[in-house]
Each structure stands twice: as C-alpha cells, then as structure tokens.
C-alpha cells in the first residue's frame, strides 16, 4: 500500500494531525531514534526529528538530506486508540529516508506506557497528514484519509480507511477514486475529477456519523488547440458537483443504498 497527501482538494481536508509540541516531539523522538534525535524551536515553530535515518526503516538512506536538517523530519501526530480499545497510542508522520515509490516518507504506531513510548510498527509510504480518526463504539480509532498521486499532467486522488488492527493489504480500504486528466497534452476528451469535500453527519440517525463527500466527475470536450496551450489552464465545459453518502457498516463505510446509482456513475467517468 502506498497513498501519498497533499494532492489539490476543493477545500482543505479536516485532518486530525498536528505539529508535535517541543516537549512530545523529544518523547516520540526518544522512542524513535534517541541517539540521534534533533529537536529546536524556531519562529516558525518546531523543527523535529532524526538526523540519520532510524533503525525501523528497513534500507533507509539520508541520501534526500543536505544536512541543513533532519534526515527524518516528524511532520505530524495523531493522537488515539488504533489498535485497540484503551491503548494510547500515537501515529506520527515523517517525511524522508524513503524512495520516490514510497511518497518519500512514511508513519511509525507508537505507544506510551509508564516507561514512556515505544514504537511498535512503521508503514512505510503511509503518509498519514491528511486523517481524520473516527472513533468506533467500542472506543478504537480508524484513520479516514485521503491521499493520492500527481504526474505528467494527471491527479490521482483516494479516500479511504486505514485500520491499524488488521494486517497487510487488509489495513487499507478505498472507499473512493477520482482522475484528473485536463493538464495532459493529449488529445480527445478530457476527464475532470476532483472531491471536493468530506464531511462526517449521521444519515441514519443510528449513533454513528456517516460519510457525505462532494465530488466533481464528468468527461468535458477541451477547445481547439488545447493540446497545444494544455498547461496553460484553458477554459473548460463546467463539470457539476455531486454528492456520495457512504454509511458507515460492518467496521467501515459502505455505499449509501440511495448513492448506489451515482457511485456507479462516477466510477464509470473514471474507468480507463
């Protein structure tokens, strides 16, 4: 599995991760690389993480880092039960020590006990900036996240569930694709595709908050010459948002049945 963040969303994505203060950056970095761990206070705020690359990285290399600052920087943490109910744990994001084919990055599940924390597993190219945390009954989080890809003029962009219980491929769930083609210089039409929000609301009023995400998804026919002036964001057919309702069912969301037609719809525009 490997999702990256940051890709261009019509409104910023809720996320539920942070900054490390100065005071927990020092304890996760502790637990991550203690001898060589970097942490300073800046106007721009805290500067945090690992000078080499750390021994939970399987064949990391420092090559990406000039030596101006950390070869493994702690980017951001969320705070929650992951892997079980009770547990406090905390998913930190690092960018670094990786290849390209790894987002350049990856997260560590880290847990505290009195002796302080330890961290217990590292996913790499699971970059975990963009999450929110959906609390289940039982009291445990799921990660809700968005990620995707861009390159050659073509945007990629998932959502999907992350679920730290489980092993393997099975931890990740895509709920949702979409494409973006309008800044390839190619002929023919062009696919436009874009979520533009997410939101969390119960839809059927059963204690558990549901998914409500606005989407764009259409094929548009680009003017004449486009292949031309592709890059310079020509003027396009507009593409009309819609909304996907997913229930949340089972341990994850599930196609609302009244989305169902739509869901197949949005699918189809994006099916290469």
């Known amino acids: ?98 290849p390209h084919a790894n987002n350049f990055g990856g997260s560590i599940l880290l847990e505290k006990s009195p002796s302080g924390w330890k961290a217990k597993s590292y996913q790499a190219g699971f970059i975990s900036d963009q999450c929110l945390k959906y609390r289940l009954r039982a009291g445990r989080d799921l990660m809700l996240c968005e990620g995707g890809y861009t390159g050659q003029g073509e945007i990629d962009s998932q959502l999907f569930i992350f679920d730290y219980a489980l092993q393997g491929d099975h931890q990740t769930n895509t709920l949702l694709s979409t494409m973006d083609n309008v800044g390839a210089c190619l002929p023919g039409d062009k696919i436009v595709g874009s979520i533009e929000s997410v939101h969390l609301r119960d839809l059927n009023h059963d204690g558990m908050p549901d998914l409500v995400v606005t989407l764009k998804a259409g094929k548009v026919k680009p003017p004449a010459g486009h292949e031309q002036d592709c890059g310079d964001s020509p003027v396009l057919p507009a593409v009309k948002t819609q909304e996907l309702d997913f229930l949340f069912d089972d341990g994850t969301f599930k196609v609302a049945p009244w989305s169902a037609k739509a869901k197949q719809a949005v699918d189809a525009v994006f099916a290469q």
Do not use: Q
Not at 11 to 18: G, L, M
Not at 22 to 41: I, K, Q
Not at 46 to 66: E, F, M, R
């Open 1 to 98: 599995m490997s999702f990256s963040a940051g890709i261009l969303w019509g409104e910023a994505f809720p996320t539920d991760s942070h900054p490390a203060t100065l005071d927990a950056a020092r304890d996760l970095l502790h637990a991550v690389c203690p001898a060589d761990a970097s942490v300073t206070a800046g106007a721009k705020g805290v500067t945090a993480g690992c000078k080499a690359c750390p021994a939970i990285v399987p064949g990391g290399n420092s090559l990406g880092s000039d030596g101006s600052g950390p070869a493994f920087s702690l980017d951001g943490v969320i705070y929650g039960s992951f892997t079980r109910t009770g547990a406090e744990e905390a998913v930190a994001n690092f960018s670094g020590c990786e």
